[in-house]
């Protein structure tokens, strides 16, 4: 069974970088072939894809977000990473990271709610 | 960029009723694209349906879905307690705005 958890502070400082990572067990993001995204979800409102990264490194971002944002990837820890630097009260949100093997998602993390707050 | 539009906003249904939920897209999208999530109150999203029309894993017979080109469907054929979410309709990277499905 793939499972993935979302790890990070919960509070962070206007301006300041949102840092979170998800770990992955039960999958191998280095064999599997599947893309490892984040997405999130502002409070009582809808999803938006935040991005999404391959094992290569390889990324792709929401043009909306790109350029405060950056996907990494540490395929011997079998973790993935988000970076959304410059955050305003407007990045609050539930943050989910999650597993795409094509072009939907499989399997989702439960989510971390970070608050954006002095 | 593709833009979704969910309708209704909010159906308001019985248990036992047939419910069906749109999705357009502003431009054509591959039917391999095209997926419905659904999600429930301080829960993650959970796959229902992929390439428009096949279920995932587990998931039971009376979803289903059905479309091509700019117009997707989702469909419940007799809703069951368990089925009164938000559904989410998702092409590429965007998600179409939900549908939230209540007890009437």
């Not at chain 1, 290569?56 to 405060?68: A, E, I, M, Q």
């Not at chain 1, 996907?71 to 959304?84: A, C, G, R, Y």
């Not at chain 2, 999203?45 to 989702?74: C, K, V």
Request: neutral net charge; contains cysteine; proline residues 5%.
């Amino acid at each position: 069974q793939v499972h993935l958890q979302e790890s990070g502070p919960g509070l962070v400082k206007p301006s300041q970088t949102l840092s979170l990572t998800c770990t992955v067990s039960g999958d191998s993001i280095r064999s599997s072939g599947d893309f490892w995204s984040w997405i999130r979800q502002h409070p009582g409102k809808g999803l938006e894809w935040i991005g999404y990264v391959y094992y290569s490194g390889n990324t792709h971002y929401n043009p909306s977000l790109k350029s405060r944002v950056f996907i990494s990837v540490d395929t011997s820890k079998n973790q993935f990473s988000l970076e959304l630097t410059s955050v305003t009260a407007a990045d609050t949100a539930v943050y989910y990271c999650a597993r795409s093997p094509l072009h939907f998602i499989d399997y989702w993390g439960q989510g971390i709610l970070v608050t954006v707050s002095p | 960029e593709i833009v979704l539009t969910q309708s209704p906003g909010t159906l308001s249904l019985s248990p036992g009723e047939r419910a069906t939920l749109s999705c357009r897209a502003s431009q054509s999208v591959s039917s391999s694209y095209l997926a419905w999530y659904q999600q429930k109150p301080g829960q993650a999203p959970r796959l229902l349906i992929y390439g428009a029309s096949s279920r995932a894993t587990g998931i039971p017979d009376r979803f289903s879905g059905s479309g091509s080109g700019t117009d997707f469907t989702l469909t419940i054929s007799r809703l069951e307690s368990e089925d009164f979410a938000v559904y989410y309709c998702q092409s590429g990277i965007t998600f179409g705005p939900g549908t939230k499905v209540d007890i009437k």
